[in-house]
């Protein structure tokens, strides 16, 4: 290659980075739930900017993909309603009415079952999950009361059990997927929220917003003979909300009032690391490179990304109010 056409080389290859760079965005979009704004940022995950903001129901709080992986369900709790997206183009799909008070809400891996739990009408329901029916993909199989407020929801591998949390009794609930009867109830610490199941399935973590530790309990026994609590674990004030490493052995949480986030090792259930968590941090999203941390920052309105390797701080951009769920096809494996 000639000197004289080095500018010209020079200048395609940017122009190919480019045009790469802008057709990797639209196809795996990052979404953040905006509580108060009834409305999800979306955001390029080349540039980092807000590209554009979908209207929701009222206080949209989490999402989650569904089975067949083309649409990204989410539950806006006090508009009773579900707005299912594309997670690759980030295109409104549809709207379902009549799903009350959907806060929190788990698919079983088996496919059966979308569960949501109804965090301010004190219960749980399940609705049968058929795609097929474009007219009624969901329908209402069972309800079961919860009180008090259920609050995050976890099913083992085998979709034999679900696991609820409810904040304002300081109990866990464990639900049998079969007959949708409660096994046990068991008293926890201060205000539960998040939950996290090993992958082994023998353990469950219960994230205390109302103090400063993560409680594990050993749930490995048949039947209906409950949980047995083996650990009280130290991670910061306020700890709230898991997220899986990706190496079925470490998971983060986030310490909303410490605005720090920990790696939790589960074999050990030790703190093993520790990141920043600036602005009272939330849900949480390790994306496909394994490196990059996302965290929605709720008192300061924004998404956060975090470099775990320095464990710094290096973007942050605006979204709406009271930032909660947050989401990208680009993520590491959940467990």
Request: hydrophobic residues 40%; glycine residues 6%.
């Amino acid at each position: 290659m000639s000197f004289k056409s080095w500018p010209h080389f020079a200048a395609a290859l940017s122009l190919c980075s480019s045009l790469a760079a802008a057709a990797a965005g639209p196809n795996k979009p990052i979404f953040v739930l905006n509580s108060l704004d009834a409305d999800i940022s979306v955001v390029d995950p080349v540039s980092f900017k807000q590209i554009k903001r979908i209207p929701t129901g009222k206080e949209p709080h989490h999402l989650y993909l569904s089975p067949d992986e083309k649409s990204l369900l989410v539950a806006n709790a006090l508009s009773d309603s579900l707005t299912f997206l594309d997670p690759r183009s980030a295109e409104v799909q549809r709207v379902v009415h009549g799903i009350q008070d959907p806060y929190h809400l788990r698919f079983s891996p088996d496919m059966k079952w979308l569960i949501t739990a109804a965090n301010r009408l004190d219960y749980v329901n399940f609705y049968s999950w058929t795609p097929a029916n474009k007219n009624e993909p969901l329908k209402l199989v069972k309800r079961i009361s919860a009180p008090k407020t259920p609050s995050h929801l976890a099913i083992d591998s085998k979709s034999s059990t679900l696991y609820v949390s409810l904040q304002d009794s300081n109990e866990l609930l464990a639900v049998d997927l079969a007959t949708q009867t409660p096994r046990w109830k068991i008293a926890v610490g201060e205000m539960p929220a998040d939950i996290f199941l090993t992958s082994d399935d023998k353990h469950i973590l219960v994230g205390l917003t109302g103090d400063s530790v993560v409680e594990v309990y050993d749930v490995s026994a048949p039947g209906n003979t409950g949980a047995k609590l083996i650990k009280r674990l130290p991670t910061g004030k306020g700890a709230h909300s898991f997220r899986a490493w990706g190496d079925r052995r470490h998971v983060l949480v986030s310490n909303r009032v410490a605005n720090t986030i920990s790696k939790i090792d589960t074999e050990t259930f030790t703190v093993v690391d520790r990141f920043p968590g600036p602005s009272g941090p939330d849900d949480m999203e390790v994306m496909g490179d394994g490196k990059t941390l996302l965290v929605t920052s709720r008192w300061a309105g924004k998404l956060t990304m975090i470099d775990t390797q320095t464990k710094k701080v290096v973007r942050q951009v605006k979204v709406g109010k009271s930032p909660h769920g947050v989401y990208t096809l680009d993520h590491q494996p959940r467990q």
